[in-house]
């Protein structure tokens, strides 16, 4: 079953927080990117993943930096939480170059920073 | 830089009518366009995508024609339902790795 699978689903946190996105997918999709839902806004995205420790910023990453170690996870960390960061956040993946195959997105992770 | 635009944020209709949401694209490259849907607590899914100027794409009673000439990929239904009710995205790919989504255009369809 192709899937991506994001953690926690909800997540709550304090100014000043660390805070680690989690995201997985079975697919062996090379390409995974994260993206972050506001509302009249769409979907911004903050990185892209071309592979395994191989990864280039998108359009907002200030404030937010990724880790992937396997070809399967893809994490995004925020050091030290900020207000405006409070968002929903949309992990992805794609076969190959995005731009041209379908995204394979997740249900997304609803952070509130306080 | 490569822009999308979906000039409405909410559209209402009562079931049974047409629709159609905009669609504008700005982009140096020859491009991919995509629509996704996004229901209520779900994940966006893809609904539609093209790269071929004027050829009409079809998928689930939707369907768009991507216009080169005009830079549109503009989405359309004869006739929604209740079940249509969801947030769309229009999004611009160039067959690199990014992907470029507009704001988003939320369809209420009531009774």
């Known amino acids: 079953d192709m899937k991506v699978t994001q953690m926690p689903r909800y997540l709550i946190k304090r100014m000043g927080e660390n805070v680690l996105l989690e995201c997985g997918q079975d697919?062996?999709?090379?390409?995974m990117y994260w993206y972050r839902q506001d509302p009249g806004l769409g979907l911004q995205l903050i990185y892209i993943?071309?592979?395994?420790?191989?990864?280039s910023e998108g359009d907002i990453p200030k404030g937010y930096r990724v880790s992937r170690k396997k070809r399967e996870h893809f994490s995004l960390i925020l050091d030290s939480a900020k207000t405006n960061q409070t968002s929903v956040y949309f992990c992805?993946?794609?076969?190959?170059?995005?731009?041209?195959?379908?995204?394979?997105f997740g249900s997304g992770t609803r952070l509130t920073v306080l | 830089g490569d822009s999308v635009t979906q000039t409405e944020g909410l559209v209402t209709l009562t079931k049974g009518l047409p629709v159609m949401l905009n669609c504008t694209y700005q982009?140096?490259?020859?491009?991919?366009l995509f629509w996704y849907v996004q229901h209520l607590n779900e994940a966006p899914k893809l609904l539609l995508k093209?790269?071929?100027?004027?050829k009409r794409t079809e998928h689930q009673g939707f369907y768009a024609t991507l216009h080169k000439s005009s830079s549109s990929f503009h989405l359309q239904k004869s006739s929604v339902q209740l079940s249509d009710s969801a947030l769309y995205f229009c999004?611009?790919?160039?067959?690199?790795?990014?992907?470029?989504f507009g704001s988003g255009t939320r369809l209420l369809v009531s009774p």
């Open positions: 992805a993946s794609s076969p190959g170059q995005g731009g041209a195959e379908t995204l394979y």
């Open positions: 093209s790269s071929t100027d004027n």
């Open positions: 697919m062996s999709h090379e390409t």
């Open positions: 982009t140096t490259y020859s491009p991919f």
């Open positions: 993943s071309y592979d395994v420790d191989s990864n």
């Open positions: 999004a611009s790919g160039t067959g690199g790795y990014k992907v470029v």
